[in-house]
């Protein structure tokens, strides 16, 4: 099972960290979770492209997470894609999808018909909301584990596995001990950080009650330690930086405080072995200890 980050950012605009995605390879099967801003981009840069993809999984439905869900439909079908879309997300997801494609249908009514491409069928969007824990099967093993990120509703981080190896995505989470016992021993856990301490108020931009909010419903850069160091899992790799620039190693030392297993500040476009448990970033390729 091979993990690929696509995005590692959130909404802020930053070139070097586009919006949330990861790309799971497994079994054959490539598994897109989350579609945010940049993925169809970083797609191709990992010598992937939408027409490939076997299914999207969405863990929620904030904008960060799907803005992109219209241009991997359409660049998609414009790269050949000829199968209808595998569309797993939470509750609300179906009413996304014909939201978006009631909002787009007049100008891709234009496009299909002027286009005249060979097929249409990767347009179509096939759409399963799942339950909390229900388990979806097709070579590669998914599993919805709720998590809180209240007041949003309908958080979903998610357990992969495959061939005896635990992949486990936090999504966008407070410290969620379900989460916890569901990533307990996992090969790999990918979690989401909040650095408070990089964001101060700005005038006119933000206030220190709206960080405050935000901080509410995310896990801080001195908890995600402990997360890790609980579940006691093989290896922590950060991603969902917010903000996304930051001092590295003040951030490292964050998590050291309370983990001391192996630790990868995540990159876009790094790229995660779990059987061989090698990482492979910007040309350098680190094997870690077995
Ligand atoms: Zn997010
Ligand atoms: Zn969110």
Request: aromatic share 8%; hydrophobic share 45%.
């Amino acid at each position: 099972m091979k993990l690929v980050l696509l995005g590692t950012g959130c909404p802020q605009v930053d070139p070097l960290r586009m919006g949330p995605a990861i790309l799971i390879h497994a079994g054959g099967r490539r598994l897109l979770f989350d579609c945010g801003s940049g993925v169809t981009q970083r797609l191709v840069q990992a010598g992937t492209k939408g027409a490939e993809i076997d299914a999207l999984f969405l863990t929620h439905l904030h904008s960060d997470h799907v803005v992109d869900f219209h241009q991997l439909l359409v660049s998609s079908w414009h790269q050949g894609r000829d199968k209808p879309w595998k569309v797993f997300g939470p509750p609300g997801t179906i009413g996304f999808v014909e939201r978006s494609a009631a909002l787009w249908k007049p100008e891709l009514d234009i496009r299909v018909a002027h286009e005249k491409r060979p097929s249409v069928a990767g347009l179509d969007v096939e759409v399963k909301e799942f339950a909390d824990g229900q388990t979806l099967r097709g070579g590669v093993t998914v599993t919805p584990v709720k998590v809180n990120h209240d007041p949003f509703p309908e958080v979903y981080g998610f357990i992969v596995e495959h061939e005896g190896l635990r992949f486990v995505h936090s999504a966008d989470t407070i410290v969620w001990q379900p989460l916890i016992e569901a990533a307990r021993g996992a090969d790999c856990l990918l979690h989401e950080v909040f650095i408070k301490r990089e964001m101060r108020p700005i005038d006119g931009v933000r206030t220190q009650e709206g960080i405050d909010a935000v901080a509410s419903y995310h896990t801080l850069s001195t908890e995600v330690g402990a997360v890790a160091a609980e579940a006691d899992v093989g290896m922590l790799i950060l991603n969902h930086f917010v903000p996304t620039r930051f001092d590295r190693d003040a951030l490292v030392a964050d998590v050291r405080a309370h983990w001391s297993g192996p630790l990868i500040l995540g990159e876009d476009l790094m790229a995660y072995d779990l059987a061989t448990r090698t990482l492979q970033a910007g040309g350098a390729t680190v094997a870690f200890a077995r």
